[in-house]
Structure formats: structure tokens, C-alpha cells
């Protein structure tokens, strides 16, 4: 059966139609996404209540196809009402901005549409991605070692996980959990929520992170650079102690592990090399784009694929024309994994390592300049002095200043984050973070990494605040 020329709807798409379609489409994302998405003149949302954004966008799936005009349309609406995270007012998370080059590389992933498991498939991917592990590896501090790119830094946790328990009790491969001792794992209080869930999700139980009496330590997760407060732990302290005691030390280096890319501030993960394992996500302070994580491993004895391999006859056949030790894919829990490095390496490629440098030292000096501003303003408090680029505090309106004995001022106070954030998601004007953390109510927390933001813009996150909470 042939396609039917110039018709869209139909299963088997013309090559020629679908370019076109393809084309028109890519103008729409430049237009709406890259130039109105990164204007300052535009709104960072455009704030819809869910019922109102359903209708919208008509997301009811339907029998029929509809015609190219209808989907150009459908492509529009859904840059329109999408969070513009490129925008550079966008400080909610830890991943923002735009790097063109490794959008591209996502752009290439995608059309190449590969599985990043056999040299058959993927040669190009199973040496790039070889490559640039072993320039991260390099800045950690190890000559050799082991890695792959994960799906998030919650799975390269759960990865360490996995290794250190295999390391020590190999034998929970074929015979699972009921072989072991009850085993636990100790993390500072602020480490990232996804070891308590990969404690749960691998069956130690939540009640055994941090300290269990009685229980048999086998991992200690260490935090470089925590979510909310930008902390690092002290690694050759904690070395230390996990030298002295054969605890696998992993580090959890998700958002503070590209300090390592500069001169000035690798020194917050002094010791890193004396990890077993490290987490660290380039999709967030080098701006390589969702997703891309790595694990590093000091080892060289292949435990990745001794942990997971389940030898697919039909995958990784010993009999191959070429080296089969370039079949990564059985060092994966996954089969199916995505190309995540080629949008770092074309990345890493344009700028240089200096140029990553560069952006990784601009975010701290953006992040010091706030902090200034604020101290020149009544009522920006700081949460603590920053160690790294994240910046805490609270605003307090007129009408609670030189209050703080009153008995009602944790109250009022926890209410005026929640308020102004509601009223910037509805103006569309930027949008930033807050949260509670032990006794401390509700606090802003700006994350400042993408190269797109100027002085200007940190002088209107303060003007901003202060405009939309001033009357509470």
C-alpha cells in the first residue's frame, strides 16, 4: 500500500509532507520558544487554572487525525501555555537557560532515534559516551574507572545503591534479599529525597537511612552541594571514617558537581577522588539540557556489568565480528536507554572546557551579587550565608518589620512566600522557588545558573519581590 500524497492523517506519512510539517514546526519553536521564550519583554508563564488549560489545548484523543494546520496549531499552544524554563527569570529549578549546542545534539538524538546498548546500533554513542565519562572521571580526580549516563541523578543514586550492596553481598543477585543481613545507610539530614526513595524502591526500607542500631552499614551518600541550601559535606573527613570502617562512599554531586570544572571553586569537593561512585547531573549548572546524569565509578572491575548483566542471547551474542566488550548496554538496569551524551560532548566541544569554566563561575559571581543587593535593601534576610550558587531568604513586608517577638510572626511570615509566588505565576513576570526546612518557615530559594542571566535581571528579582509583597 502507498501513502497518500499530501495527507497527514494518514499512518503511512509522506516523506516529503512530514519534512514540510517537520519544517514548519521548527519555526514555531525557534519563534515561541528560543526568541519570545528568552525575551525579557515576555512572560516566564502563561498561568491558566487546569480546567481552563484542558480546554485550551483540546488534549481529547480522537478517532480521526486532524489536518497539518490544526497540529501547527496544536504545537503553538503548547509552547504558549508551556513554563518558558529558558526564560532568564526562570530561577524555580535547578535546571534553566539555554546552550544552542546541546540543543542541537538533542535535536540529532532524537531524529537519529537510537538505543545506546550494542556498537551495532550505536557505534557513534558507545564511544562518544566512553569519552566523555572518562573526561568527567578525569576531573573527579581517577586515571580509569567505570559509568554511564542515567536517566536523572535519583537513579544514579539508586545505581551506588545497587553496586555497593552487590560488592559486598554478590550473591543477592540470584538469591535477593532474604540472604542478607538487615543493612543500612547513612546520609546527612539534607541529602536529596531520592536515597530514602531508592532505599524504599530497592527494599532496605526508609527506617534504614541515616542510622539503624544493630544494623550492618554497607554505603555512606554524601551530598555535594544539597537542594535547598547549596551545602557540601566534608569528603576526605567522612573518607576517613568509611577507609577505616570498608563502607562504599558515594557521592551524591547532582547539583554541585561542576564546580570541578573550575579553578576557583573545586575546592567544595576537596576528596571527591576517594569516592567509590559519583552522581552528577550536567543537565543542571552547565546547562546540557533534560536529561543528562552520569554515575562515575573508581572501579575497574567491571562490577557494572558483573551487578546487572542478564546476557541476552539475542543482544550480546560472544561471537560477534567485532570487540563485544563495546556492548555497554548489560551495565544498564535499563535495555532501552536513551542518547544523553551527545548533547555534553557537542557542548563540551564548542566551548572548551574553560568555556564551561566560565559559566560555572559566572553563576557564583550572579549569586554574590544578589546576596550584596540584598543586604542594601530592608527586608531580604538571609537564611544562612551561601556556599554556593543557591540563595535563601525571606522577605518580610512593612508590615511585620521589627516584629519578630510577636507571638503571631512565624505565622504571618510562612504566608507572604506562598502569596507572592502566587502572584508572580499569575503576572507571568518570573517565578522562583520557596519552602519550609525543620523550624524555618516558608523562605525563597534562587538558583543561579543559566549564562543567560544579567545583572539586570538579579536587580529585577529584587525590585519584583519587593513590588509584589510590599502591601502584605
Known amino acids: 500500500m502507498e ?16 519534512q514540510l510539517f517537520l519544517h514548519e514546526a521548527f519555526k514555531i519553536i525557534v519563534e515561541e520558544v528560543l526568541c519570545k521564550g528568552t525575551d525579557v519583554k515576555e512572560k516566564v508563564c502563561e498561568w491558566r487554572e487546569p480546567e481552563e488549560l484542558a480546554r485550551l ?29 529558558s526564560h532568564p527569570r526562570f530561577f524555580n529549578q535547578q535546571f534553566a537557560g539555554v546552550d544552542y549546542h546541546s540543543l542541537a545534539g538533542r535535536f540529532l538524538s532524537e531524529a537519529l532515534n537510537t538505543n545506546l546498548f550494542t556498537y551495532e546500533v550505536a557505534p557513534v554513542f558507545v564511544l562518544m559516551e566512553a569519552e566523555v565519562l572518562r573526561g568527567l572521571r578525569e576531573l573527579v580526580g581517577w586515571t580509569e574507572g567505570d559509568g554511564l ?39 546527612s539530614p539534607e541529602s536529596h529525597y531520592s536515597v530514602k526513595k531508592g532505599a524504599a524502591f530497592m527494599g532496605f526500607g526508609m527506617d534504614n537511612v541515616i542510622l539503624v542500631k544493630g544494623a550492618a552499614p554497607f554505603l555512606v551518600s554524601c551530598t555535594s552541594g544539597t537542594t535547598v541550601q547549596g551545602a557540601f559535606d566534608p569528603l576526605h573527613r567522612i573518607a576517613d571514617i568509611c577507609d577505616k570502617h570498608k563502607l562504599w562512599l558515594h557521592v551524591d554531586a547532582a547539583w554541585g558537581g561542576s564546580v570541578l570544572f573550575s579553578k576557583k571553586h573545586r575546592h567544595l569537593m576537596k576528596g571527591v577522588h576517594r569516592a567509590n561512585s559519583v552522581a552528577w547531573n550536567p543537565h543542571k549548572m552547565l546547562v546540557a539540557g533534560l536529561q543528562c546524569s552520569v554515575l562515575l565509578l573508581k572501579d575497574t572491575t567491571d562490577l557494572l556489568k558483573k551487578c546487572h548483566c542478564a546476557n541476552a542471547t539475542y543482544l550480546f551474542q560472544q561471537d560477534k565480528f567485532y570487540d563485544v566488550n563495546l556492548d555497554v548496554g548489560d551495565k544498564s538496569v535499563q535495555c532501552s536507554r536513551k542518547v544523553d551524551c551527545l548533547k555534553l560532548w557537542l557542548m563540551w566541544k564548542a566551548v572548551g572546557s574553560a568555556g564551561l569554566e566560565q559559566r560555572v563561575d559566572k553563576a557564583f559571581l550572579h549569586a554574590r551579587y544578589v546576596v550584596d543587593q540584598m543586604k542594601k535593601r530592608e527586608g531580604f534576610q538571609l537564611l544562612r550565608e551561601p556556599e554556593f550558587v543557591n540563595v535563601c531568604f525571606w522577605f518580610i513586608p512593612p508590615s511585620l518589620r521589627g516584629k519578630e517577638k510577636n507571638a503571631d ?9 506562598p502569596v507572592i509566588k502566587e502572584r508572580m505565576m499569575k503576572q507571568g513576570t518570573m517565578m522562583v522557588g520557596y519552602q519550609p526546612l525543620g523550624d524555618r518557615v516558608n523562605f525563597f530559594r534562587i538558583t543561579i545558573l543559566s549564562p543567560l542571566v544579567s545583572q539586570k535581571d538579579m536587580d529585577f528579582f529584587l525590585d519584583e519581590i519587593e513590588r509584589l509583597g510590599n502591601d502584605l
Request: some cysteine; hydrophobic content about 35%.
Open 3 to 18: 501513502a497518500t500524497t499530501g495527507d497527514l492523517t494518514d499512518p503511512l506519512i509522506n516523506h516529503a509532507d512530514g
Open 149 to 187: 549516563f542515567c536517566p536523572g541523578g535519583s537513579t544514579s543514586n539508586m545505581y551506588a545503591m545497587n553496586l555497593a550492596r552487590y560488592r559486598l553481598y554478590p550473591e543477592v543477585k540470584s538469591r535477593g534479599l532474604w540472604s542478607l543481613p538487615q543493612l543500612t545507610i547513612f546520609t
Open 409 to 417: 510572626y512565624q505565622n504571618r511570615l510562612a504566608k507572604v512566600a
Open 57 to 85: 489545548l483540546d488534549l481529547e484523543l480522537r478517532e480521526k487525525g486532524e489536518p497539518q494546520e490544526n497540529l501547527l496549531q496544536r504545537v503553538r499552544d503548547v509552547a504558549k501555555y508551556s513554563i518558558k524554563t
